[in-house]
């Protein structure tokens, strides 16, 4: 339906861009970036006509990662993809993609309070949905809340 | 048509003051802030401050199993309960491969559009109420409690329906709620005709809406927007249709849309989707198979381990959850996308340069449930 977005350039990694079944998984196309993917990603999306659907994060906490997850879906023929990017959990830093949809601007914003990732170049990340001094990050797996 | 688009400030005075609405704000249904700064009569931003009312649902998720999660989802878009728990029962099915019954299905899809049309009518009352007209949130009321009534006798609940299980619904319906369905089918449609004829057709609406906080389609694609106000401005956009989940593909209607992108468009949305829920209902009630309610479900649902997700059409729009699993019986991570948030994130660019209260109409027309939003 839409050229891959990131078949090009990442042969390192074994398969990239996985085909789902959607009566399974709820998706149809899963891609595997690198953190200094996901803007480009955005970019290839946003000119295939997709919409942005959510931006969220998973805290793989026993490989010390994040995962970032940015879910699509096509307003015209109901495609659905998510581009997953895993940062290390002690610099978890990556760029923001609110430039390519503006849409992004909150829910990076909320991924922000939630998990602590740092949207590199993002506007705004005060707090969202959170209190505006709060400075933990609840959906850590190592939040206690106190 | 542009010619009464949104009238921008003449001049900038260059002289702007913080006007704050909300949090208690009867017009923000809810506790929702927004942080306008005004140029006169003149919005130059509008900045929402969400969070008010913030519950961490997807924490809660984190820390019960599945079954004991269920009734949250319920709880976050009072108005579209069953819209909601569809979704996690059915990211739960589609993980562990649950089977459903077909009379479940159609149980599904009968409650939900009755939901969908108690939703819509709340909306049309407060929106009319926002607007200045105090008339029909009565009328709307007084149709909805039929509704909430038929659902109260096959759920138990008035609003926050649990009626969905894992593997089916928990309760069949009995010969009581099928009449009354058909009977409220009966009654409303007329009630329909007279909405139209009293307040669709009314020339003081259609002042206030037609022209009034345009959204086109690009914007909605921006922010991800759905439900009535991306059908609004023209796209086709419905998960039931594009993304088909239990017997949506059996029965027959037509998905309501309008091309304006203006609030009247998606007001006009909304009260078609009003009609084509009945023409649902119907068809359902008609084809609607004997047999069990509810199919073989483990006691302790465990999911396989990987990455789930499930969307449905709830009254705002595209919710979807996203439940990751590894393998034990609580979740790893539940993510709820809501559909009124994504819709709410795009008011500061669509209000720039608008008065006050024709931004209040764009606000009201967004149909925005505040729990929604702060999850």
Known sequence: MVSDPATQGHEESPSPVRILDHAKRGCHLEVVLGPEQVVAAAGVMDEN?????????????????LEVIYDYFHPLNGMRVAARARIPRETPEIPTISNVFAGANWHERETHDFF??????????????????????????????? | MNELNVISAPEHSGETFILNLGP??????????????????????????????????????????YAQFLPNTSRIDYLSAMHYTHAFVG?????????????????????????????????FGAFLLDLGGFTPLLYA??????????????????????????????????????????EFV?????????????????????????????????????????????????????????????????????????????CMARYLVRMEEMGQSLRIIEQALDRLPDGPV?????????????????????????FAVRVVSDGKDVPYRVKLRAPSFSNLSLFEEASQGMMLPDALAVMGSLDLVIPDIDR
């Not at chain 2, 491969?97 to 009518?121: C, F, K, W």
């Open chain 1, 49 to 65: 006509g997709f919409a942005l659907d959510a931006v969220t994060g998973v805290d793989w906490i026993a490989e010390s990662q």
């Open chain 2, 294 to 318: 509810l199919g073989k479900a483990p006691k302790t649902v465990k999911l396989p381990p990987g990455d789930y997700s499930y969307a449905v059409e709830a009254s705002r729009g595209r």
């Open chain 1, 116 to 146: 602590g990732i740092r949207f590199l170049g993002h506007p705004d990340l005060t707090p969202l949905l959170l209190p505006e001094d709060a400075t933990y990050h609840p959906l850590r797996k190592d939040f206690s809340g106190e």
């Open chain 2, 186 to 262: 009966a009654l409303m449609r007329p009630r329909l005709s007279l909405y139209r004829e009293l307040v669709t057709d009314n020339i003081i609406l259609r002042k206030r809406l037609e022209n009034i906080g345009p959204i086109p389609a690009e914007m909605c694609r921006k922010y991800g927007a759905t439900g009535p106000v991306i059908r609004g401005a023209g796209i086709r956009y419905d998960v039931r249709r594009l993304e088909p989940y239990s017997v949506y593909p059996e029965l027959d209607f037509e998905v309501a849309v309008q091309f304006e992108g203006d």
């Open chain 2, 24 to 65: 208690q704000h009867p017009a923000t249904h809810g506790v929702l802030r927004v942080k306008l700064t005004m140029d006169g009569e003149y919005i130059t931003r509008a900045e929402p401050v969400p969070g008010y009312i913030h519950r961490m649902h997807e924490k809660m998720g984190e820390n019960r199993n």
């Open chain 2, 91 to 123: 990211v739960v099915e589609r993980a562990s491969g649950i089977e459903v019954p077909p009379r479940a299905e159609y149980l599904r899809v009968i409650t939900s559009e009755l939901n969908r049309i108690s939703s819509h009518l709340v909306w």
């Open chain 2, 141 to 182: 009321f007084d149709d909805r409690e039929k509704i909430l009534d038929l659902l109260e006798g096959i759920t138990g609940s008035r609003l926050t329906y649990c009626y969905y299980r894992f593997g089916g619904v928990c309760n069949d319906v009995d010969d009581a709620f099928i009449r009354g369905t058909r």
